[in-house]
Nanobody, 111 residues
Framework: QVQLVESGGGLVQAGGSLRLSCAASGMIFSLNDIGWYRQAPGKQRELVAVIGVGGMTKYADSVQGRFTISRDNAKNTVYLQMNTLKPEDTAVYYC?????WGQGTQVTVSS
């Protein structure tokens, strides 16, 4: 059974940084694409970034150049480094793999 556990969210001022982690179990981590998504109040969940098996990455236009997704296959963990945060980045951030979602971690950016 695939399990994903996110951590690293919190409250930060605009312009600040956070690093989110997503620890995976119950699957062959190195053979799966992993994605970070977010959902702000009253809005649909949206893709933030995804990292493929070979390390290829893709980002939403809104975070390109500010966020970096990476993976450590030895630790079964994916990271999302978020820099130059904006109030509009406020959302619950989720990771997803093999059709399974984590429980999410709240990120709040104050202006």
């Amino acid at each position: 059974q695939v399990q994903l556990v996110e951590s690293g969210g919190g409250l930060v001022q605009a312009g600040g940084s956070l690093r989110l982690s997503c620890a995976a179990s119950g699957m062959i981590f190195s053979l799966n694409d992993i994605g970070w998504y977010r959902q702000a109040p009253g809005k649909q969940r949206e893709l933030v970034a995804v990292i493929g098996v070979g390390g290829m990455t893709k980002y939403a236009d809104s975070v390109q150049g500010r966020f970096t997704i990476s993976r450590d296959n030895a630790k079964n963990t994916v990271y999302l480094q978020m820099n130059t945060l904006k109030p509009e980045d406020t959302a619950v951030y989720y990771c997803k793999a093999k059709g399974t979602w984590g429980q999410g971690t709240q990120v709040t950016v104050s202006s």
